[in-house]
């Protein structure tokens, strides 16, 4: 279906005021009217969306896809293509995985045409801030880039080096002037170069070991000089994937406080507990770490409570032989997640808290990142990024379903019941099971407009 006039009707449509029923009007490629029974224009399309919900499209602030440089490990083809069938319509691509990563112009260039080439989806870009490009920042704002991710810990990739917060504060004075938010992975280096040490020095590889060496202590601390550096430059400051309640709370005391600053956290860390690490080993490793129960039911609670600003994939692909073996401190780490972890956190939500929990992953994120007129909600004005979701019979996850270069995730056989039947990109079909069609169709998005 091109993207000419369309009129969607009979879905549960989730608009500003919750979910309800009604029609939305489609054309050239925008949402142009929303509302009950409305009248079918001279040679419209409709969609009968009857039995389904109409969300809108999945905007994930948070995917790595490495490419160029790493399309072995996923690339803009299969991540996109996999985002889709998780619920996506457009996504934020980290600048590390790729290579070059995405510190200055040049890199950026490559990037950028990389994705215009073969992501399905609508996409922008993080630009890096690492100790060798403070001077590169500006250029990269220039770009278009949404903000800037820094490491607050080594990053596992040797070309994208963690900051110190010497590096932070200054990176962050910069970042402040160009009106552009800081996003930080917050994990305290020395904490955890300590506490590997130990462990290490016993003789210790294993899961127990790994989960023990990064602590939630490690992400308070980290998160408590990133809060500081923020309150100090006034820079904007986004935590990713915060694990733990006490990080949650860090963050919106600061906010109330009346800093510009906002917290990410993972549908992993929602779903899956460090239980799944012992079951899975390497497919369920990432940092910060999956948490103990407890932790992650609280977790769960503060995202309900309105205290999480939002929610992103973190999907973060590696190649099986890079997940293999039993030395945990070795083995890759990343969750590859975005073709499920959405849908899964829609299977437990009601109808009563849908509404405010998917704005999570569709409004605020886009919102936060320069957006918020575009991307992200039904309404008039906003381009016509829906999915339609079937809610079905449980049914296990499998391999085979899976559209990610490296078919493994830790969420193969579990129950999901939620389906996207359909899904549209500014008015347009986004293929989600033609293997044959040609990639390409997403558009950038630049924070310059
Ligand atoms: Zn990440």
């Not at 990053?155 to 504060?169: E, K, T």
């Not at 904490?191 to 992400?219: H, K, M, N, Q």
């Not at 129960?293 to 409570?305: G, I, K, S």
């Given at each position: 279906m091109n993207a000419r006039e369309c009129l969607i009707r009979g879905g549960r449509a989730l608009t500003s005021t919750?979910?309800?029923?009604?029609?939305?009007?489609v054309a050239e490629g925008m949402i142009v009217e929303v509302g009950p029974a409305l009248s079918s224009g001279a040679g419209a399309d409709e969609i009968d969306a009857t039995g389904q919900l109409v969300l809108p499209g999945v905007f994930d602030a948070h995917v790595h896809f490495n490419e160029p440089g790493r399309a072995h490990w996923e690339g803009f083809t299969t991540g996109s293509?996999?985002?889709?069938?998780?619920?996506?319509?457009?996504?934020?691509d980290m600048p590390l995985n790729a290579s070059p990563p995405t510190i200055d112009r040049?890199?950026?260039a490559q990037k950028r045409a990389a994705g215009e080439a073969a992501s399905v989806l609508d996409f922008a870009l993080w630009g890096g801030l690492v100790p060798e490009n403070l001077d590169r920042l500006e250029e990269l704002a220039g770009c278009g880039v949404v903000g800037f991710k820094a490491f607050m810990i080594d990053?596992?990739?040797?070309?994208?080096?963690?900051?110190?917060?010497?590096?932070?504060?200054a990176g962050m004075k910069i970042v402040a002037g160009l009106g552009l938010p800081v996003a930080v992975h917050a994990e305290d280096s020395?904490?955890?170069?300590?506490?590997?040490?130990?462990?290490?020095?016993?003789?210790?590889?294993?899961?127990?070991?790994?989960?023990?060496?990064?602590?939630?202590?490690?992400?308070?601390?980290a998160v408590r000089v990133a809060l500081d550096l923020a309150g100090e430059t006034g820079c904007a400051l986004h935590v990713v994937h915060v694990s733990s309640p006490a990080a949650i709370a860090m963050v919106a005391a600061a906010k109330a406080g009346g800093l510009d600053v906002t917290a990410e956290v993972c549908p992993h860390h929602l779903l899956l507990d460090e239980a799944a690490m012992f079951a899975h080993g390497a497919l369920a490793k990432c940092a910060p770490p999956l948490r103990d129960?407890?932790?992650?039911?609280?977790?769960?609670?503060?995202?309900?409570?309105g205290r999480v600003d939002c929610i992103g994939s973190d999907h973060s692909p590696a190649p099986a032989d890079m997940k293999q073996g039993d030395d945990m401190f070795a083995v890759w780490g990343g969750i590859m997640?975005?073709?499920?972890?959405?849908?899964?956190?829609?299977?437990?939500?009601?109808?009563?808290?849908?509404?405010?929990?998917?704005?999570?992953?569709?409004?605020?994120?886009?919102?936060?990142?320069?957006?918020?007129?575009?991307?992200?909600?039904?309404?008039?004005?906003?381009?016509?990024?829906?999915?339609?979701?079937?809610?079905?019979?449980?049914?296990?996850?499998?391999?085979?379903?899976?559209?990610?270069?490296?078919?493994?995730?830790?969420?193969?056989?579990?129950k999901i019941a939620s389906r996207v039947a359909r899904s549209l990109l500014r008015g347009s079909e986004v293929p989600l099971d033609a293997q044959g069609l040609p990639s390409g169709g997403g558009r950038f998005l630049s924070r310059i407009v």
């Open positions: 919750g979910l309800e029923r009604v029609d939305v009007r293509r996999a985002l889709a069938r998780g619920g996506g319509t457009s996504f934020v040049e890199s950026f990053s596992g990739i040797a070309d994208f080096p963690g900051v110190d917060a010497a590096v932070l504060r020395a904490l955890i170069a300590a506490r590997t040490a130990a462990v290490r020095a016993a003789g210790r590889r294993d899961v127990r070991a790994f989960l023990d060496s990064r602590p939630v202590e490690s992400e308070l601390e129960a407890a932790t992650r039911e609280a977790l769960w609670r503060e995202m309900l409570a997640g975005c073709q499920h972890g959405f849908l899964l956190l829609l299977d437990a939500l009601d109808d009563m808290r849908l509404p405010a929990a998917w704005e999570l992953v569709s409004a605020r994120p886009a919102a936060r990142l320069g957006f918020g007129d575009r991307k992200g909600r039904i309404a008039p004005g906003f381009d016509a990024d829906l999915i339609f979701i079937e809610r079905t019979e449980p049914r296990e996850i499998t391999v085979e379903e899976l559209r990610y270069r490296h078919p493994t995730s830790p969420y193969v056989g579990r």
